[in-house]
Every structure is written in structure tokens, then in C-alpha cells.
């Protein structure tokens, strides 16, 4: 398996995290949970989701994981704070996560701006997040494991890469009102707007 094909999973999780991330601040801001309380559920899951611990696992070299077993680690990382949500509310919450990360994956011109989307994710949370109880810390060593592991890899293994997680989400086509009514998703779950 080509080097590009096992750093795929840092993108993904990074990348499905932050549309965890901005999806569960637009639920709370609707649902017009205080500010503090909505603060402390955004800081608790990013703070979960940059463990060290838990991103020096993620940035070493191993193949994509099944969509199931993916699954199971935003389940943990949802209930890792004071929120708590319901099978078919997680069910939602996932697919809304992956049709995101489906979207900017079938969105990007090059393989190298996968690595500029997942940057812009982790600067994003940053902004959500606050800097509550250490998170800007957590997240600053995870930009720069990003900027390690991607900064000089050559374009076949970005392209590699890029066909690892495309493989990953291409049987996944949940319909989102959203993209639906932009007009970027089609009625099967396609997407309209690929480039290659």
C-alpha cells in the first residue's frame, strides 16, 4: 500500500471532526442552549478529539478503518462530554459528518488541498472551541503533526491518499436537505458538483 493510503486516516478524522464540530454548535445554538453550557460541550469533544495520546495514534502510518469501526470513535467522542444523544441522533449526526467530508472531498481541484481544507478545520475549531481549559495547545500540536506528515509529500502520495479516502466514502450517499436544496446533491445522494 502506497505511504499516501496510510496517512489517511489524520484527514478523515480531523476533517469529520470539524463538521462534527461545526454540525453539534449549530444544534446547540438552535436547541438556544446557554453560551456557557454550549461552550464547555465544544471544548470537552475537541478537547477529546486532540488527546496527544489519541493523535500520536492517529498520525501513525495504518490503513483506513471501516466505516463501522470510524463510526464507533465519533460515538465516544460525542459522549465524552456533558451532551448525550440518542442512537438515531448519532445515526443523523454521522451521516450529516461524512456527506460533509464526501462534499469538500469530491470539492477540491487538487490532491493538495485536502491538506489546506483539514488545516482550515483545525484553525475553525480553534475559533469555536475558545481556548478553554488547554484546547488552543491541543489543537496548535495537531496543525503541526498535519504540517509534518503532509508538508512535503510528493503528489503520487497525495493522490494515493485522496483515492483512500474517496474509495472510503463512496458507497455513501445520504440525502442532506441542505445540499439537496443548493442543488449540489442529486435525489440518488450524488453529488453534482465533482471535479476530478
Given at each position: 500500500?502506497?505511504a ?14 470539524g463538521?462534527?464540530?461545526y ?24 478537547r477529546t ?16 478503518y ?9 460515538d465516544?467522542l460525542?459522549?465524552?462530554s ?15 459528518m461524512i456527506?460533509?467530508?464526501k ?18 478545520h ?14 488552543s ?15 512535503q ?5 497525495l493522490c494515493s491518499?485522496r ?18 436544496h443548493e442543488?449540489?446533491q442529486?435525489?440518488d ?8
Amino acid at each position: 500500500m502506497a505511504a499516501g493510503a496510510l496517512m489517511s486516516m489524520p484527514v478523515l478524522i480531523v476533517n469529520m471532526g470539524g463538521e462534527m464540530v461545526y454540525i453539534l454548535a449549530q444544534r446547540l445554538q438552535a436547541q438556544q442552549i446557554p453560551s456557557s453550557k454550549g461552550q464547555k460541550v465544544l471544548c470537552d469533544v475537541v478537547r477529546t478529539m486532540y488527546y496527544p495520546r489519541f493523535i500520536e495514534e492517529l498520525f501513525k502510518p495504518q490503513e483506513i478503518y471501516s466505516l463501522q469501526s470510524t463510526r464507533q470513535i465519533f460515538d465516544r467522542l460525542a459522549h465524552s462530554s456533558i451532551m448525550r444523544l440518542n442512537e438515531s441522533s448519532m445515526g443523523k449526526l454521522f451521516d450529516l459528518m461524512i456527506m460533509g467530508f464526501k462534499l469538500q472531498l469530491m470539492s477540491v481541484a487538487s490532491p493538495r488541498e485536502i491538506v489546506d481544507v483539514t488545516t482550515n478545520h483545525l484553525e475553525e475549531l480553534r475559533r469555536l472551541a475558545g481556548d478553554g481549559e488547554g484546547v488552543s495547545a491541543l489543537v496548535d500540536e495537531c496543525v503541526k503533526q498535519v504540517n509534518q506528515a503532509y508538508g512535503q509529500m510528493g503528489l503520487s502520495d497525495l493522490c494515493s491518499m485522496r483515492h483512500s479516502l474517496a474509495t472510503f466514502v463512496q458507497g455513501c450517499k445520504v440525502k442532506v436537505s441542505l445540499f439537496l436544496h443548493e442543488g449540489t446533491q442529486k435525489s440518488d445522494g450524488s453529488f453534482s458538483t465533482c471535479q476530478p
